[in-house]
């Protein structure tokens, strides 16, 4: 008895589950709060006077999580829905169409959803973003100098100058005492550089190039980092079930499942946009910046407001340090950004304004455009753009919240957005870009359907034809198995349902039944041997068992590994491969078995219908 409640319980579950995915889904409307402003009941009752006054049929709104889900009746209402929100709310909001469940909300309230469908089923944006890795090269070099400037001044050791070479890091000294003092010291302290003394005629120099496992980290860590912010900068779009993943050593796939504005998608998970902050070189006067010639640790750069402002190349703080940024005003309203560091962060920052109170300090804005331009090697070459946007006295020492001004509206707001998603730690650049139509993905669901039912339709008329009153069981089994598999990709919050996972339930179909045809086999030969037919099920499901154990292990393992090896498509077809294998085991061989004991078990049956 506690066997059959618990295949029953396991089967009702399964079904529970996949009940929401026969509810389909509604067009609606997502608003979020992307510009520092919130959305509250107010904004839900401003959209819904909004719909109201254009006519537009609603369904319902619902407020959750921050975010506002406005339904409507059908697709050209959702447009209008749109551009009408978008209209009143401004760009403190950022209005996207999307596609939400039309789950009940009973079902709702009993972690009922259905599955997540993928970019080909379910129209939207594809993205391929290439990681420029010699830029991420060039921050830790440049990093790497200031290291170096610092460690050499407090041991004390005299040099005369750093600079990046084509050689490497290039520090010159005067005299070949300091040269090994400095080389001694340096290779103690830093374990990822190699040094080279290669001094020659007079001259004293020490080569420092990162290592080569160094420079795979750096790599590496510039791929993970960014990867992590672009799920940011999704996030603060609002896309439902986004994906976000690697592809090989330098690339990042992006896929927006129901995004239609592919313009701004764009923008704001190409942009590349962070700030530096740097002590001002008091030193070079206008004549030498006008002229280009300052000091070896100093570089010009232009002014936002006009003009030129020579800074020192060492950062004293970096964007990588930012936990959060709000566009404001200030009393006279004008618009500024109020930026919050993390700890360390606020340790450094408080550190430097301590030691120059009374000293310029500079924000610099600097971003990175895809002009169209190509390499000699043909890949695409960033334009890189860097501005002084506001210099200010450092009056006090500062902490871990403070402001920057010297931005129009519009620029706080966008630096504000990409600041609180993250710096990316090197630039990427969208080398390919596909659109999929809610129309292509509605065919796809359509064509992969259709499959399926005339694929399971041969196999139950197969073995109904074959194994007759068995049969029947089998295919009861068959059904139960798929609406299973069903249920349990929606039950997970990571599945998703692509075209190629479609093809993986298909061929779930056919593998779920070859358990009942090794079963049904064996406990024909037990009958053809002479055996009872309660001796002959017995042994036929028993006997039968390790071999179908053995094939199903081997080619979840294989699923297993596709999974973890694979991308996009792959992954799809190996998650529902894996969970068929795990419900085609426990339909074929208990929940068969459940119902051929609940129908000749502890019965004299001198013939079975097989």
């Given at each position: 008895m506690w066997k059959n409640v618990m295949v029953a319980c396991i089967v009702f579950v399964g079904f529970f589950y996949a009940i929401p995915n026969l509810f389909g889904e509604d067009y609606a409307v997502q608003i979020v709060a992307t510009r520092g402003a919130e959305v509250t009941v107010a904004t839900q009752s401003t959209v819904n006077d909004i719909l109201a006054s254009k006519n537009i049929a609603m369904k319902r709104s619902e407020l959750k999580n921050g975010q506002l889900l406005v339904r409507?009746?059908?697709?050209?209402?959702?447009l209008l829905a749109?551009?009408?929100?978008?209209?009143?709310?401004?760009?403190?909001?950022?209005?996207?169409?999307?596609?939400?469940p039309a789950t009940p909300k009973?079902?709702?309230?009993?972690?009922?959803?259905?599955?997540?469908?993928?970019?080909?089923?379910?129209?939207?944006?594809?993205?391929?973003?290439?990681?420029?890795?010699?830029?991420?090269?060039?921050?830790?070099?440049?990093?790497?100098?200031?290291?170096?400037?610092?460690?050499?001044?407090?041991?004390?050791?005299?040099?005369?100058g750093i600079r990046e070479s084509a050689k490497g890091i290039e520090i010159k000294f005067r005299d070949a005492e300091n040269l090994a003092k400095a080389e001694r010291f340096l290779k103690s302290r830093d374990n990822d550089m190699v040094f080279t003394d290669t001094s020659s005629g007079g001259n004293y120099f020490l080569i420092a190039n990162l290592s080569d496992n160094y420079l795979k980290q750096i790599k590496e860590d510039a791929l993970q980092q960014n990867i992590t912010t672009i799920r940011n900068r999704v996030n603060e779009l609002g896309v439902a079930e986004p994906v976000v993943q690697r592809q090989g050593?330098?690339?990042?796939?992006?896929?927006?499942?129901?995004?239609?504005?592919?313009?701004?998608?764009?923008?704001?998970?190409?942009?590349?946009?962070?700030?530096e902050f740097r002590m001002v070189d008091e030193k070079a006067d206008a004549a030498a910046i006008a002229s280009g010639r300052v000091s070896p640790n100093s570089q010009v750069y232009d002014r936002r407001q006009g003009g030129k402002v020579a800074l020192y190349k060492e950062v004293m703080l970096s964007g990588i340090h930012i936990q959060g940024a709000q566009p404001s005003f200030d009393e006279y309203s004008r618009p500024q950004v109020s930026i919050n560091l993390d700890s360390k962060g606020g340790s450094i920052f408080s550190n430097v304004t301590k030691d120059n109170i009374g000293k310029p300090m500079a924000t610099l804005f600097i971003e990175y455009k895809?002009?169209?331009?190509?390499?000699?090697?043909?890949?695409?070459?960033?334009?890189?753009?860097?501005?002084?946007?506001?210099?200010?006295?450092?009056?006090?020492?500062?902490?871990?919240?403070?402001?920057?001004?010297?931005?129009?509206?519009s620029e706080?707001?966008?630096?504000?957005?990409?600041?609180?998603?993250?710096?990316?730690?090197?630039?990427?650049?969208?080398?390919?870009?596909?659109?999929?139509?809610?129309?292509?993905?509605?065919e796809n669901i359509q064509n992969g359907v259709q499959a399926m039912i005339w694929g399971l339709a041969v196999v139950l008329i197969f073995m109904l034809v074959y194994y007759r009153a068995f049969?029947?069981?089998?295919?009861?089994?068959?059904?139960?198995n798929l609406v299973m598999v069903v249920g349990v990709m929606s039950m997970i919050p990571g599945a998703v349902l692509t075209l190629p996972g479609i093809a993986g339930m298909v061929l779930t179909v056919g593998m779920a039944v070859d358990g009942n045809v090794l079963i049904y086999e064996r406990i024909r030969e037990e009958l053809r041997n002479g055996r009872s037919v309660q001796q002959a099920i017995h042994d036929g499901y028993a006997n039968a068992f390790s071999t179908i154990a053995d094939a199903n292990i081997t080619t979840f393992m294989t699923a297993l590994i596709l999974f973890s090896v694979g991308t996009g498509a792959v992954k799809g077809f190996a998650v529902t491969l894996m969970i068929g294998i795990a419900t085609s085991m426990f339909t074929a061989i208990v929940g068969t078995r459940a119902i051929v004991n609940a129908v000749w078990g502890g019965k004299r049956v001198k013939k079975l219908s097989i």
């Open positions: 409507v009746m059908d697709g050209d209402q959702q749109r551009e009408a929100i978008a209209a009143a709310l401004g760009d403190k909001y950022t209005v996207a169409l999307n596609l939400a009973w079902l709702e309230a009993m972690g009922g959803s259905p599955m997540k469908l993928g970019l080909d089923l379910r129209g939207g944006v594809y993205f391929l973003m290439e990681v420029k890795m010699d830029e991420a090269v060039r921050k830790m070099t440049e990093s790497k100098m200031a290291d170096f400037r610092t460690d050499l001044r407090g041991e004390r050791i005299r040099y005369a050593a330098e690339r990042i796939i992006v896929q927006l499942p129901g995004v239609q504005d592919t313009a701004r998608a764009k923008k704001i998970l190409g942009a590349t946009a962070s700030i895809d002009n169209g331009a190509k390499n000699p090697d043909g890949s695409i070459k960033l334009e890189k753009i860097e501005e002084v946007i506001s210099v200010a006295t450092i009056q006090a020492r500062l902490g871990r919240n403070f402001v920057i001004t010297g931005l129009d509206h706080s707001q966008n630096l504000a957005l990409l600041l609180r998603a993250g710096a990316l730690i090197a630039p990427v650049v969208i080398v390919e870009e596909r659109t999929i139509g809610p129309s292509l993905g509605a049969g029947l069981i089998a295919n009861l089994a068959l059904t139960a």
